[in-house]
């Protein structure tokens, strides 16, 4: 059974930084893209950013480009989301999530196959 869990949330004014980092278990960590997606209260669930495990290669929302890194510890099966100069804009609750086919979400469907537990990024103006 796949469990990701979900850890390095917080509370930072505009323009700090946090790390996520996002632990997989239960089922073989390559061959799979894993992502972040993020919900703010009062909106549909959107996809952040997302890395495929085997070359490394990544993509990103427009709105997190040049501020936020995904990356990866193979030995570890972790994935993390550097956040850094955070918006206010920017808080939610982050999800990591496993078997990411697409960053676009419809209609609050997000096509993902495997969600952890979230966590709450809160960035004060």
């Known amino acids: 059974q796949v469990q990701l869990v979900e850890s390095g949330g917080g509370s930072v004014q505009a323009g700090g930084s946090l790390r996520l980092a996002c632990v997989v278990s239960g089922h073989t960590y390559s061959n799979s893209f894993m992502g972040w997606f993020r919900q703010a209260p009062g909106k549909e669930r959107e996809g952040v950013a997302q890395i495929y495990t085997d070359d490394g290669g990544t993509s990103y929302a427009d709105s997190v480009k040049g501020r936020f890194t995904i990356s990866q510890d193979i030995a570890k099966n972790t994935v993390y989301l550097q956040m850094n100069s955070l918006k206010p804009e920017d808080s939610a609750i982050y999800y990591c999530?496993?078997?990411?086919?697409?960053?676009?979400?419809?209609?609050?469907?997000?096509?993902?196959?495997?969600w952890g537990q979230g966590t709450q990024v809160t960035v004060s103006s």
């Open positions: 999530a496993r078997d990411v086919q697409s960053l676009s979400c419809n209609g609050g469907y997000c096509p993902v196959g495997y």
